[in-house]
C-alpha cells in the first residue's frame, strides 16, 4: 500500500462514523420563484447505496449537488458526515470536501489541464502528499486500470464525451472517499468503460464507501442499489429499499422507474417485469 492510501486509511479509521452519512431535512432549492424541489427529507445510511431516479427535469443533478455542499439549499438543513453544511469554517469545510467525491454529468473537468493535471489537482490541493513522485505514480496507475495511460497527456477538448466521463470519475475516487456522488456516471462511456465503472463501484461498495447515484443504467440498479429515492414534480414521491419501492403498487412510481429505465440500451428484464404498470 502507498505513502497516499496509508495516509488515507489511518484518517479514515480515526473517523467516528455519524449515524447518517447523509441527512436532508425539509429541504427545498428554487431557481426564480420556482422550485426546483421542495420540502425534501432523506437520510442515507453510512456504507450504503442510493439511487435518485425521477423524469427529466425532476431536480435529480440539483439534489445531488445540494447534499455534496456544491450548491446551498433556500431551506432546510444539509448535514454530511456529521456536519451540516453552511455552517462550517473554511478549513473545516475543506476537510469535508477532501472526504468526498463527485462525477458530474458533464465531467466539468478543468479545460485549461491535462488529463494529468486535472486527476493530480485533488492530491495536490488537498496536500495529501508533496512527494511529485509519489502523486505521478498514484495518477499513472489509477489511468492505467481504466485504459486511459495513452490519453493523460491530453486536454479535455482532444478527448470523447466518454472519456471525459471517465477522467472525472477517476478524479472523484482518486482520494479514496467516504462518499461518492454520481451523476449518471456511465452516461456517454462505452460498454468496456461502463464495465470498468461498475467493477469499481462494487469494489467500493464493499469497502463501505457511501454511494448516492443518479442513473439510468439497470445495471447499477440491480447490483449496487440499497435504497431508492424517486423525484417527480419537484418533491420525492417515493423512498425507500429499493425492493420495496420497485415492488410498491403506485402507478406513478411504476412509470417513472419504467421510463428511466428503459431509456438505457441494455437493461434488466427482470427490473423492468416488476415496473410493468400493466403486470
Known amino acids: 500500500m502507498s505513502d497516499i492510501e496509508n495516509g488515507l486509511a489511518d484518517t479514515r479509521a480515526r473517523t467516528p462514523a455519524p449515524a447518517a452519512a447523509i441527512s436532508l ?20 445510511p453510512p456504507g450504503s447505496t442510493t439511487l435518485v431516479m425521477g423524469p427529466s427535469g425532476s431536480g435529480k443533478s440539483a439534489l445531488l449537488k ?3 455542499g456544491l450548491i446551498p439549499a433556500d431551506t432546510g438543513t444539509v448535514t454530511l458526515l456529521g456536519s451540516q453544511l ?21 465531467a466539468a473537468l478543468w479545460q485549461n489541464l491535462t488529463v494529468f493535471q486535472n486527476l493530480a489537482l485533488p492530491l495536490q490541493y488537498h496536500g495529501v502528499t508533496e512527494n511529485a513522485a509519489e502523486v ?14 495513452r490519453r493523460i497527456d491530453l486536454r479535455p477538448a482532444q478527448l470523447s464525451a466518454g472519456e471525459r466521463k471517465m477522467v472525472s470519475f477517476l478524479r472523484a475516487i ?9 451523476d449518471e456516471p456511465t452516461s456517454f462511456v462505452d460498454h468496456q468503460g461502463a464495465e470498468l465503472i461498475i467493477r469499481r463501484l462494487r469494489e467500493l461498495k464493499k469497502r463501505g464507501t457511501t454511494m448516492v447515484a443518479s442513473t439510468h443504467s439497470a445495471k447499477i440498479s440491480s447490483q ?36 428511466v429505465l428503459s431509456e438505457t440500451a441494455s437493461y434488466d428484464t427482470d427490473i423492468l417485469d416488476l415496473l410493468d404498470p400493466d403486470g
Not at 32 to 41: L, M, P, R
Open 86 to 106: 453552511g455552517t462550517l469554517a473554511k478549513p473545516d469545510e475543506r476537510e469535508l470536501r477532501r472526504r468526498n467525491g463527485f462525477v458530474f454529468q458533464d
Open 224 to 259: 449496487l442499489a440499497d435504497h431508492l429515492v424517486v423525484l417527480d414534480a419537484g418533491g420525492v414521491v417515493a423512498q425507500g429499499a429499493f425492493g420495496d419501492v420497485v415492488h410498491a403498487a403506485d402507478r406513478r412510481v411504476k412509470e417513472i422507474l419504467s421510463d
Open 66 to 68: 445540494v447534499a455534496a
Open 174 to 182: 482518486i482520494l479514496d472517499p467516504e462518499v461518492l456522488f454520481l
Open 25 to 44: 431535512r425539509g429541504v427545498s432549492l428554487f431557481s426564480g420563484t420556482e422550485a426546483v424541489f421542495a420540502d425534501v427529507s432523506i437520510s442515507v
Open 136 to 149: 505521478a505514480s498514484r495518477v499513472r496507475a489509477m489511468a492505467g486500470d481504466f485504459g486511459m495511460q
